[in-house]
């Protein structure tokens, strides 16, 4: 059984950083692509980031370019989030999922966690 466990928000004040840590079960991570997505009140769902760790490819998202990083440990099944530089825009429930594309498009991907809130407030 495919099942995802997201972990590690909380309320930082910006500029300060996170990790979050998405925990994967039920497959490999060279099985699935694992992105990572966040959802704001009253927002649309976006993609921030995505890993293939069988292709080691990754993408961001321009709002999070060069301030978030994704990585994968095969070895604890589980992809981080290090996220940098923090805005108040950032605000949102993150979600990670798994799918067999390495996008940032959330209808490709088949299998969701329960997300986890991060909150970027002075």
């Known amino acids: 059984q495919v099942q995802l466990v997201e972990s590690g928000g909380g309320l930082v004040q910006p500029g300060g950083s996170l990790r979050l840590s998405c925990a994967a079960s039920g497959f490999t991570l060279d099985d699935y692509a694992i992105g990572w997505f966040r959802q704001a009140p009253g927002k649309e769902r976006e993609g921030v980031s995505c890993i293939s760790s069988r292709y080691g490819s990754t993408y961001y998202a321009d709002s999070v370019k060069g301030r978030f990083t994704i990585s994968g440990d095969n070895g604890k099944n589980t992809v981080y989030l290090q996220m940098n530089s923090l805005k108040p825009e950032d605000t949102a429930v993150y979600y990670c999922?798994?799918?067999?594309?390495?996008?940032?498009?959330?209808?490709?991907?088949?299998?969701w966690g329960q997300g986890t809130q991060v909150t970027v407030s002075s």
């Open positions: 999922a798994a799918g067999g594309v390495a996008t940032i498009d959330p209808g490709t991907y088949d299998y």
